[in-house]
C-alpha cells in the first residue's frame, strides 16, 4: 500500500510539473492569451470515457482438493472507465483515467488479494470462492491512466506515465481489455514517424499492474520497428526483455506428472496462486526472459472484391538476467486465407514450443485471452508446449458483425495422461460471437466458448491435474462517449 501510495504522490507530481513546464513557455505573453489558450486546450480534448456492464457464466469440469466438482460460476459486473485527454498546448498533452469495476454478486472465484481495496472497500477472502471457476473481474477502484505526452520533436511523442499498451496483434504486449480491470505500464515510451513508412517504438517500464490488480515491479525493455510494405501490410521487427517478479506464469514441479498439464511454465514448485487464491506462496524461480522475433503480416487486394491474408512470423525467447537456463524455446505462426467482401475465412498454426517438457514459450504481458480459445485454460502454456491449429470465420450480416473460431490443440512434448499412457491431444475448442451496434455510444455482444478435453493428465479423474471440459457464456453492454 506504502508503494502504491508513492507511486500516485510521484505521478501526480510528475504530471503537475510537466503541466507547468509546457505552460511556463508561455509566460513572456499575457496572461488573459495563456488562460484562454490553455482552457482551449482543455475543451478541445477527448474522451476516455466508458462504461461496460457483463455478465458471464462459467460451467468447468474440474474439481476442488477435496474431489467435489466446482460450482457453475456467475459474475455480473460493471466496469466505469472515466477520463479526459486535452489536446496539445505547447507541446503537451495530459490524459488522466480512473477505473472502477463494482461486482453486484459474490458466486464467482475473482482471484481477489485478501484487501478491502481491492474489493470496493470490503475484505472478502477468495478461499470463501473455491468452489466456485475463476473468473478473474475483481471489484476494484484505481487510476486506470495518467500520463503526459510531449510532441516537441516533429514526428515523436514522448509519454511519461501509467499507461495502456497495445503492440501488433498483442500477442507479446496487450492491455488485456477483454477483462474488466486492464493491465497498465509504469514508465516511458517513445514512438516515432519520421522516416517514411517506418514507425519505431520504444519503452521502458518499472511497473505493471496486471488484471488480478497486483502490482509486479521490474524492468520491462520494449523495442518495436515496422516497415509498413502498403497500408495493410507490415514487416515488424521486435525485442522484449522482462525482468519483473513472478508475473504469475510460473508453478508447476517438473518432477511431479500430476501436475503436467496445469504446472504453469516448469519453473515454480507450486502454482502461483491455485484455485482457491489464499495464502498462496509465489514461486522464487527467476523467470526472466528476452524475446526476439519478426512478423510479416497483412491483407493484399486482388481486386475490389477478393483480398489475400497471410500471417507469419518467428521469435525465440531465452533466459535474461539471471533468469532460469531452462528457460530456452521459440514461437512461430504461419497461416493465411481469403476475404470477399465483409466475409473471411482463414487456416492458421501456432506453436509454443517445450524446451524437453521442462519450459515453454510464455508471453507474460500479451492479451492471450484472443490466443489458443477464449475459454482461457492456456494463459500459461503448459511447459509440454502447445501447437494450435485454427480455422476462423468472420463476417456481417446487415449490422451484425459475426465471429467464430475452432482449435485444434496438441503438445509439443508428451505427457503422461491416465492408465501410465503418453498423450499429445489437449483437446479442441469452438468460439463464436455476434456484436451488434444499439445506437452510435451502445453495442451489445454475445460471446460463447466450448473447450473439449480429449485426454486427462494423471493417473486418476479426480485427482489429476487436468483442463477440463469448459463452457462459458458472456452477454455484454458497452456505451462509449
Known amino acids: 500500500m506504502k508503494t502504491k501510495a508513492i507511486f500516485k504522490k510521484n505521478m501526480v507530481m510528475a504530471c503537475t510539473a510537466l503541466a507547468l513546464a509546457g505552460m511556463g513557455q508561455a509566460a513572456f505573453a499575457e496572461d488573459e492569451v495563456a488562460e484562454y489558450t490553455f482552457l482551449d486546450s482543455i475543451k478541445e480534448g477527448k474522451q476516455m470515457t466508458n462504461f461496460r456492464l457483463r455478465y458471464e457464466n462459467v460451467n468447468q469440469e474440474a474439481f476442488k482438493a477435496n474431489g467435489k466438482k466446482l460450482d457453475t460460476g456467475e459474475a455480473f459486473t460493471l466496469r466505469s472507465l472515466i477520463g479526459w485527454q486535452t489536446a496539445p498546448y505547447k507541446n503537451f498533452s495530459i490524459g488522466a483515467q480512473i477505473t472502477d469495476v463494482h461486482e453486484f454478486n459474490d458466486n464467482f472465484n475473482d482471484r481477489r488479494y485478501n484487501t478491502p481495496e481491492h474489493n470496493n472497500g470490503t475484505a472478502s477472502a477468495s478461499a470463501d470462492k473455491a468452489q466456485y471457476p475463476n473468473i478473474v473481474d475483481p471489484g476494484f477502484t484505481d487510476i486506470n491512466q495518467l500520463f503526459v505526452d510531449w510532441t516537441g520533436i516533429k514526428n515523436t511523442k514522448v509519454r511519461l506515465g501509467r499507461q495502456q499498451l497495445n503492440l501488433d496483434n498483442v500477442r507479446f504486449i496487450g492491455d488485456i481489455g477483454f477483462r474488466q480491470n486492464m493491465q497498465v505500464f509504469d514508465g516511458a515510451s517513445v514512438l516515432n514517424k519520421s522516416i517514411p513508412d517506418v514507425e519505431l517504438f520504444a519503452a521502458h517500464f518499472d511497473n ?274
Not at 227 to 240: A, K
Not at 330 to 348: C, N, T
Not at 379 to 407: C, M, N, S, W
Open 208 to 481: 505493471v499492474r496486471q488484471i488480478t490488480t497486483k502490482d509486479r515491479r521490474g524492468n520491462i525493455e520494449v523495442l518495436n520497428a515496422k516497415y509498413r510494405i502498403s497500408p495493410s501490410e507490415s514487416v515488424v521487427g521486435y525485442g522484449y526483455l522482462v525482468d519483473v517478479e513472478n508475473l504469475a506464469q510460473n508453478g508447476g514441479n517438473p518432477n511431479s506428472v500430476g501436475t503436467a498439464a496445469q504446472g504453469g511454465n516448469g519453473l515454480g514448485g507450486s502454482a502461483d496462486i491455485p484455485a482457491s487464491g489464499s495464502n498462496f506462496q509465489p514461486s522464487k524461480t527467476d523467470a526472466s526472459s528476452k524475446t526476439f522475433g519478426l512478423r510479416l503480416d497483412g491483407v493484399r487486394p486482388i481486386n475490389p472484391d477478393w483480398k489475400v491474408l497471410y500471417t507469419a512470423e518467428y521469435a525465440k525467447q531465452t533466459d535474461y538476467r539471471g533468469g532460469s537456463s531452462l528457460i530456452d524455446a521459440y514461437y512461430f505462426k504461419l497461416g493465411g486465407g481469403a476475404a470477399y467482401g465483409a466475409w473471411s475465412v482463414r487456416l492458421d498454426h501456432e506453436k509454443l514450443s517445450s524446451n524437453d517438457g521442462k519450459y515453454a514459450f510464455q508471453t507474460p504481458l500479451g492479451t492471450n485471452h484472443l490466443f489458443q480459445g477464449w475459454a482461457d485454460q492456456f494463459l500459461v502454456t503448459p511447459r509440454q508446449g502447445i501447437e494450435d491449429t485454427f480455422v476462423t470465420v468472420a463476417g456481417a450480416i446487415d449490422k451484425v458483425k459475426l465471429y467464430a473460431e475452432y482449435h485444434l490443440f496438441k503438445s509439443d512434448e508428451k505427457y503422461q495422461s491416465m492408465n501410465g499412457k503418453f498423450g499429445d491431444q489437449y483437446g479442441t475448442e469452438f468460439d463464436v460471437s455476434a456484436t451488434y451496434p444499439l445506437n452510435n455510444n451502445l453495442l451489445g455482444k454475445v460471446e460463447y466458448a466450448n473447450f473439449n478435453e480429449s485426454d486427462v493428465y494423471g493417473n486418476n479423474l479426480k485427482g489429476a491435474a487436468r483442463k477440463g471440459d469448459k463452457e462459458i457464456v458472456w452477454v455484454t453492454a458497452m456505451y462509449t462517449f
